[in-house]
T-cell receptor, first 115, second 113 residues
């Protein structure tokens, strides 16, 4: 069974650019969540996707957007990058059955540096 | 709004000593509580969770935590530290199971021989 994978591992961008991060869910999982982990901080919830639709969002501006594809893989897009966007971005996949959300399995993350 | 406070950004113990990592939470509804571990260059791994029922929760790798509603605490313990326990530990709270987890700032556990 393949776990959650993320690409790329590391990325360097300059302020104002746009970036796309990718996540492949664990087999059988239909829900993907994205978290931002700044240096020395705990992860912060960005948003969650379930069956290709956004299903909850944290306190992040609209320039953070996402997609979930029919195979349940996902993308996180960030426009107009700011220096404070430098962080480790974690993807987590899980299963949702009705109103029950099951354990999230995290990928190793993508380290984004904005210069 | 929910929140988590982890007391101590770093905790140092000797191998074989008791591990105690502190977590206090704030929630307006009965919380779901979690402890995760993060090793360098890896994602988070669930150690244990509290949903309902028994307040003493046992997890993987010999860790356990006790939910104390009166103290709004969910401290993580392990009777005897091992070198392999050195990592970053995060406490998290949610009001909807495994959705929208709110994490603390983490505690780095250092284990010396």
């Amino acid at each position: 069974e393949t776990g959650v994978t993320q690409s790329p591992t590391h990325l360097i961008k300059t302020r104002g650019q746009q970036v796309t991060l990718r996540c492949s869910s664990q087999s059988g999982h239909n829900t993907v969540s994205w978290y931002q982990q700044a240096l020395g901080q705990g992860p912060q919830f960005i948003f969650q996707y379930y069956r290709e639709e956004e299903n909850g969002r944290g306190n992040f501006p609209p320039r953070f957007s996402g997609l979930q594809f029919p195979n349940y893989s996902s993308e996180l897009n960030v426009n107009a990058l700011e220096l404070d966007d430098s962080a480790l971005y974690l993807c987590a996949s899980s299963t949702r059955q009705g109103a029950t959300y099951n354990e999230q399995f995290f990928g190793p993350g993508t380290r984004l540096t904005v210069l | 709004a929910q929140s988590v406070t982890q007391l101590g950004s770093h905790v140092s113990v000797s191998e074989g000593a008791l591990v105690l990592l502190r977590c206090n939470y704030s929630s307006s509804v009965p919380p779901y509580l979690f402890w995760y571990v993060q090793y360098p260059n890896q994602g988070l791994q669930l150690l244990l969770k509290y949903t309902t029922g028994a307040t003493l929760v046992k997890g993987i790798n010999g860790f356990e935590a006790e939910f104390k509603k009166s103290e709004t605490s969910f401290h993580l313990t392990k009777p005897s530290a091992h070198m392999s326990d050195a990592a970053e530990y995060f406490c998290a709270v949610s009001d909807q199971g495994f959705q929208k987890l709110v994490f603390g700032t983490g505690t780095r556990l250092l284990v010396s021989p």
